[in-house]
T-cell receptor, first 117, second 111 residues
Framework: DAGITQSPRHKVTETGTPVTLRCHQT?????MYWYRQDPGHGLRLIHY???????DKGEVSDGYSVSRSKTEDFLLTLESATSSQTSVYFC????????????????FGAGSRLTVL | TQLLEQSPQFLSIQEGENLTVYCNSS?????LQWYRQEPGEGPVLLVT?????EVKKLKRLTFQFGDARKDSSLHITAAQPGDTGLYLC???????????FGQGTRLTINP
C-alpha cells in the first residue's frame, strides 16, 4: 500500500564514489523532500522540490544535489561520498509545502541506509 | 543548536506506567506535529495541533500545545509495549515557511 518507495534500502560504498538514491511516489503530490536522520539531530532537510525541475536547498545541502524530471521521481545524488554522509536518508511527500499549513501532512518513505567507508 | 528541544532523549519504563515527553523552544510555531517512528520505517504522523492551549487525545495519548505556541507535550497513560518507538515533534516556524524537527525521544516500554 506504500505510496512512496525508496531505493536502494541499504547501500555500502567507499569514500569518493558517486551515489544516487531514488524516491518514487504514486500520490501525485507536488512537494517532495529529502531528509537525513542522525542520532541527536532528528531529521534535517537536505533539499526539496516544489514541482518538476523546481528544487531548493534545505539546511544541510552541501555535498548533495537533486533532480526531479517527473512528478513521481525525486533523486538525491552524492557526487563524491564522504564518511560524514553516512546516515539514514528519508524521502517525504506532501500536497502543501511543509511549514506553511497546519493541515500539511508529510508522508515518509521507509528510508535508505547509506554507509560510506 | 536545536530550535526544538525534546526531553528526555531516552526513556525506558515498565508497562502500565505513565509518561510525558516534552518539546520546547524559544520560537513561536503556527502549528506543531508529533510523529512516531518504528525501527526500519519512516515517521508516521500522530497528530497536528494548531491553536495555543489546544489539547488532543488519541486513545491513551494526550497532546497539548502551549498557550504561547512555543512548546508541546505528549502524555501516555498506562504505557504498553506497542508504544515503543521514536517520537518526534516537528514545528512550523511562524512566518518562515519552515518545518523543524526535534531530536526525538526514544521510548522503550518493558513488559
Amino acid at each position: 500500500d506504500a505510496g512512496i518507495t525508496q531505493s536502494p534500502r541499504h547501500k555500502v560504498t567507499e569514500t569518493g564514489t558517486p551515489v544516487t538514491l531514488r524516491c518514487h511516489q504514486t500520490e501525485n503530490h507536488r512537494y517532495m523532500y529529502w531528509y537525513r536522520q542522525d542520532p541527536g539531530h532528528g531529521l534535517r532537510l537536505i533539499h526539496y522540490s516544489y514541482g518538476v525541475k523546481d528544487t531548493d536547498k534545505g539546511e544541510v545541502s552541501d555535498g548533495y544535489s537533486v533532480s526531479r524530471s517527473k512528478t513521481e521521481d525525486f533523486l538525491l545524488t552524492l557526487e563524491s561520498a564522504t564518511s560524514s554522509q553516512t546516515s539514514v536518508y528519508f524521502c517525504a511527500i506532501s500536497d502543501q509545502l511543509a511549514g506553511v499549513s497546519g493541515a500539511n501532512v508529510l508522508t515518509f518513505g521507509a528510508g535508505s541506509r547509506l554507509t560510506v567507508l | 543548536t536545536q530550535l526544538l528541544e525534546q526531553s528526555p532523549q531516552f526513556l525506558s519504563i515498565q508497562e502500565g506506567e505513565n509518561l510525558t515527553v516534552y518539546c520546547n523552544s524559544s520560537s513561536v510555531f503556527s502549528s506543531l506535529q508529533w510523529y512516531r517512528q518504528e525501527p526500519g520505517e519512516g515517521p508516521v504522523l500522530l497528530v497536528t495541533v494548531v491553536t495555543g492551549g489546544e489539547v488532543k487525545k488519541l486513545k491513551r495519548l494526550t497532546f497539548q500545545f502551549g498557550d504561547a505556541r512555543k512548546d508541546s507535550s505528549l502524555h501516555i497513560t498506562a504505557a504498553q509495549p506497542g508504544d515503543t518507538g521514536l517520537y518526534l515533534c516537528a514545528g512550523a516556524l511562524q512566518g518562515a515557511q519552515k518545518l523543524v524537527f526535534g531530536q526525538g525521544t526514544r521510548l522503550t516500554i518493558n513488559p
